[in-house]
């Protein structure tokens, strides 16, 4: 590769399944933008809606057969080094172990060693990479990688495809999965989701707080506190994500294509 030809790869990034000019807004941002929508309302959002129906359709046709899985949610910026990620490569391994494949984001960090470890002991690893602004690639041990422009299509994936969440320390974007986890099951949208953060250490002061004010206010019910688990081994991470349902099954369920309970 020459240097003109690095300069123009330099100035452009991943879009989805494109490849664009870095100065183009990302798709999310486009579809957000107040100024944005009036400009355009009446010629780009329709077919913008067949663009988002296409992520939708490819997203379910990439991981449809991938069987049953555990979403794991973690930081992008976690070391090679960090106990972390030392652990999230331990934790993927056990999950493939146990006969399940792992959704990650399929960037670095704690995505990275969770699809490692279950990518080096023949596990089915797969990533769903977000287009950002500095474009995130799929890190080298996804095995089955999907691009998506909209994070409302792909948090879809996350939890349609999965059986559970093990959601280790990280930033905005890793709360928002958990909260928005804890919304799904609290509201029934979700049975039988079982969230386990993992390291003590990073979300018991979380946990805490939400018990003395959250709970404390009337926000939320006691039992909604049962809703989460707590752990700082992978061994025990993995065994608490696919304990198997606690009632006889019938039907697969809508939400995540896992069985649906007997009516009582």
């Not at 495809?161 to 509201?187: H, K, M, N």
């Not at 990073?202 to 939320?220: F, N, P, S, T």
């Not at 991470?237 to 696919?242: D, L, S, V, Y």
Request: glycine content about 10%; aromatic content about 8%.
């Amino acid at each position: 590769m020459n240097d003109a030809e690095r300069r123009d790869n330099a100035d452009r990034r991943r879009a989805g399944r494109l490849v664009v000019p870095r100065e183009q807004a990302p798709a999310d941002r486009s579809l957000l933008e107040r100024s944005a929508i009036e400009e355009l309302s009446h010629h780009a959002d329709p077919w913008r809606v067949l663009r988002i129906l296409s992520e939708f359709v490819e997203g379910f046709d990439a991981l449809n057969e991938v069987g049953p899985a555990v979403t794991v949610f973690g930081s992008a910026r976690s070391r090679r080094d960090d106990p972390y990620y030392i652990a999230g490569r331990k934790l993927g391994a056990a999950l493939a172990n146990r006969g399940f494949a792992v959704i990650t984001g399929g960037g670095p960090g704690i995505m990275e060693a969770v699809n490692r470890g279950c990518h080096e002991v023949g596990g089915l690893s797969v990533g769903c990479n977000i287009e950002l602004p500095n474009e995130q690639s799929l890190n080298k041990y996804v095995d089955l990688g999907v691009e998506f422009r909209y994070f409302f299509v792909r948090k879809n994936m996350f939890v349609k495809y999965a059986r559970g969440f093990v959601i280790f320390p990280g930033g905005f974007g890793t709360l928002d999965e958990l909260f928005e986890s804890l919304t799904l099951a609290q509201t029934g949208k979700i049975e039988h989701f079982p969230i386990v953060l993992f390291g003590s250490s990073y979300w018991q002061g979380l946990l805490d707080w939400m018990k003395e004010h959250v709970l404390g206010a009337g926000a939320i019910a006691p039992e909604d506190m049962k809703l989460l688990s707590i752990t700082d081994d992978p061994e025990e991470a993995a065994e608490m994500a696919t304990r198997p349902l606690p009632v006889k099954v019938t039907e697969p369920r809508e939400q995540t294509g896992e069985p649906k309970a007997d009516a009582r």
